[in-house]
C-alpha cells in the first residue's frame, strides 16, 4: 500500500505561483509513474500532468501546459508540480496519485489532496 500527502495548497493571487509536493511511503516509489489531477467544485477530476517512472518522460494536459511543470526526486519519494501564471480557474482540491499501468489515466494509489484558492 502506498500512501501519499499533498502539501503546498493555499491561497495565492491571480498571476502568482506555487509548488505542490507530494510524498509518497513506498520505498519502491521509483516504481510508479505519477500524475496530477485536480477537481474544481461542481467539475469532474482533470488529469493536470504526468511523468514517468525515471522522470525522462512527462505529459500535461493543455489547459496547464507552459505554466505547470511536473518534477520528481525518487531520492526523496517525492513528486512535486509548479504552478506558475495562476489563474482563477486553477482554484480545485489538487491530488497526486501513483500507478503502475502505462495508461496514463489508470492509477493505484491516492493522495487525500491539498486546496488551492486563486484570487483575483
Known amino acids: 500500500q502506498v500512501q501519499l500527502v499533498e502539501t503546498g495548497g493555499g491561497l495565492m493571487q491571480a498571476g502568482g505561483s506555487l509548488r505542490l509536493s507530494c510524498a509518497a511511503s513506498?520505498?519502491?516509489?521509483?516504481?510508479?509513474?505519477m500524475g496530477w489531477f485536480r477537481q474544481a467544485a461542481g467539475k469532474e477530476r482533470e488529469l493536470l500532468a504526468r511523468?514517468?517512472?525515471?522522470?525522462?518522460?512527462?505529459y500535461y494536459a493543455d489547459s496547464v501546459k507552459g505554466r505547470f511543470t511536473i518534477s520528481r526526486d525518487n531520492a526523496k519519494n517525492t513528486v512535486y508540480l509548479q504552478m506558475n501564471s495562476l489563474k482563477l480557474e486553477d482554484t480545485a482540491v489538487y491530488y497526486c496519485?501513483?500507478?503502475?499501468?502505462?495508461?496514463?489515466?489508470?492509477?493505484?494509489?491516492w493522495g487525500q489532496g491539498t486546496q488551492v484558492t486563486v484570487s483575483s
Open positions: 513506498e520505498r519502491t516509489f521509483s516504481n510508479y509513474a
Open positions: 511523468i514517468s517512472r525515471s522522470g525522462g518522460s512527462t
Open positions: 496519485a501513483a500507478g503502475s499501468s502505462p495508461l496514463i489515466s489508470r492509477y493505484d494509489y
